[in-house]
Structures are given as structure tokens and as C-alpha cells.
């Protein structure tokens, strides 16, 4: 007997909202993962890859859109608060991701070279400071920026000038506070860590 093939059951989703330190920056966390990798869009043509980034910015509020493993954070204009939002947009994303529609494309972390084969090898390209200062920043930095909503990125280091540059996005691109205490901590853990081989910290924002 052939069986009928069933349609995907929905799952039931719970999704939460978690103020940011960044006033401008919602968190929306859902109990299922969503993403394997980090995506950022700043505008609706820059969401190409990413179905639910292009209905968010369909909000007249929704000024960028960081999705990363489980949460999705949105930055929005002034011109409305949150509290007149959440829910509606909370409400939005628990439907959108009970509904098993894509996220974002399959290829999209392929098109954007992140898929993990792609940051791998370039890793191993990079000098061995730059690969001690992306594993510190793995192990230390990320999981605390993340709990805020926000990712922090190596960018580069000089090896002459002794300065690493990093990438603020999410929650953390844009608020001065997280700017100013991020690049202050990320330098003295790096100068303390790797002593003699850093001498400061750049943190640009996304």
C-alpha cells in the first residue's frame, strides 16, 4: 500500500523577546534552531537570500535584520516603539518559522562564503596571530556578545602596526556603549593573551 506522504507537521515554536543593551535592537529567540550560520541585512535588497528578512523589512520600522542560530534581532527606526511592536512582530516570526517556510536560501551561506568548508580554508591561509586572535575571540568574546544579540567578527590584523580590526553587527553595530566597552575589553584580554603582539583594537561597525 502506498502511503500518503504527510505534509510537514507544524511544530509548535515558542519565541520570547529579549531587550538588547542597544535600545534600538529587539532580540526575538525561538526555542528551535533557525539558521546554521550568521546573517546580516541592512536593507530589503541586501535580503535577497533571506525570505523572512524580506517580509520583516515589509515592517516600515525594521531597519536591519540579524539572524543567528536561534534569534533573530531587529534594529528599528525611531518612529516606533517597542512597545507598540513586539508583539506583532514576535508574533510575526513565531508564524513564519511554524509554518516551516525558508528562512533563508539553501545556497545562501555559499553565496555569502560562509559555509564552514569556505571559512575553514581561509583560516588557514591567515598568519598564526591572526588564527590565535579568531580563536580568543571565539572562545571568549562571541558568547557573551551573542547572549546580547550581536556577533563580533575578525576583520584583519597588521602585524607591523600590531592593530586588529573587528566587525560590531546585530545588536552591538551602532551603540556606542557596546562599542567603546567591547573594543576596551577585546583589547586588554588580547594584550594580556598574546603580549607584545597587539597593540590596539578597531572595531568597525556593520
Known sequence: MVEDTAAPKKVPVTVYAESTPNPS??????????????????????AKLSPLA??????????SVFLDENYVSI??????????????????????????KEVVLANAAETLKKSSEQLDS??????????????ILEEYVKPAVASDGGNIQFISYDANTKNVSVMLQGACSG???STYTLKSGIENMLKEMLPGKIEMVEAING
Open 25 to 46: 535592537v529587539m532580540k526575538f529567540v525561538s526555542n528551535k534552531k533557525i539558521v546554521t550560520t550568521l546573517f546580516e541585512f541592512t536593507s530589503i535588497d541586501d
Open 122 to 135: 581561509h583560516f588557514e591561509t591567515l598568519d598564526d596571530t591572526s588564527k590565535e586572535i579568531i580563536n
Open 175 to 177: 551603540c556606542p556603549s
Open 75 to 100: 534594529t528599528k527606526y525611531d518612529m516606533a516603539e517597542w512597545q507598540d511592536i513586539t508583539i506583532e512582530i514576535r508574533e510575526f516570526i513565531k508564524n513564519y518559522i511554524e509554518q516551516g
Open 54 to 63: 524580506i517580509e520583516l523589512f515589509h515592517f516600515p520600522f525594521v531597519k
